[in-house]
């Protein structure tokens, strides 16, 4: 189960996901936890656990001692169920797990804001027409749409991410002439997909400061964090480039790098 659960985490924390994305992702999650929600799923998981305690000499898994209901807080003449077998104590247990996964999957991932954020982003990346443009009333749809087929005639893309590199690679005249995909992108980004970036920028920051705060200034530490954030871009620089530009400042570091 942890397993699944981790493909998703990571799935979700991707720097490229979209929110059609994620929510397939969702949905591939949920259909797998629903089938091992059985009997078969169950017996396998307790022979893999038995089979362990006694590869490694623990404790032999039992039932447990199960308290007895007081006899004021009965009602009807049914009697208290206790379970006699491993299985029978620990199936339901089981069941529940599986239960709460999938009712946290739907209602965390079934927010009508979600839905919303889907269909403009579809919209952005297919220029299928969507009911939610009259939401947004600055806008204007048949621009709009008529934006979108150009700029999918000339470019590729697949993510806001990618739309978002090509319109900031374009000459300012020309991305003059996308200005409602401008627009539309800018509301796509007001809530991103993801939050891998702002809980990298968090920790990253933390552990520099834990480490290096007390040994440089703020402008460093900024500096700092860019780079240690994105590392990516880093590795694509020209290291040696750099030191020369460096070296070639002033004439002490000329002497000292010698060149």
């Not at 590392?231 to 000292?256: G, Q, S, T, W, Y």
Request: net charge positive; aromatic share 8%.
């Amino acid at each position: 189960i942890m397993e699944i659960l981790e493909c998703l985490n990571v799935a979700l924390q991707g720097r490229e996901q979209t929110i059609s994305g994620l929510l397939a992702s969702v949905q591939r999650t949920h259909d797998a936890i629903q089938k091992l929600r059985c009997d078969t799923s169950f017996e396998r998981v307790l022979a893999t656990t038995i089979h362990l305690v006694e590869k490694y000499e623990l404790k032999e898994v039992t039932v447990p001692r199960q308290p007895n209901i007081p006899k004021r807080l009965q009602h009807g003449p049914t009697e208290q169920f206790h379970a006699k077998t491993v299985k029978e104590y620990y199936c339901p247990q089981y069941f529940q797990i599986m239960d709460i996964i999938s009712t946290q999957l739907i209602q965390r991932f079934a927010q009508e804001g979600l839905l919303v954020y889907e269909k403009l982003e579809h919209y952005l990346l297919t220029g299928q027409a969507s009911e939610v443009l009259p939401q947004y009333p600055e806008i204007e749809y048949h621009l709009l749409s008529a934006q979108i087929t150009t700029l999918s005639s000339v470019y590729k893309y697949t993510s806001v991410s990618e739309v978002v590199d090509i319109l900031r690679k374009m000459p300012a005249r020309e991305r003059c002439f996308f200005s409602q995909v401008q627009k539309i992108v800018r509301i796509l980004l007001t809530i991103p997909a993801s939050s891998c970036e702002a809980e990298r920028s968090f920790s990253a920051l933390r552990r520099l400061k834990t480490w290096l705060r007390s040994t440089m200034t703020q402008k460093r530490l900024n500096h700092v964090a860019i780079c240690n954030i994105h590392r990516d871009i880093m590795d694509k620089l020209d290291i040696e480039a750099i030191a020369k530009e460096f070296a070639m400042c002033c004439d002490r570091r000329k002497k000292v790098f010698r060149f």
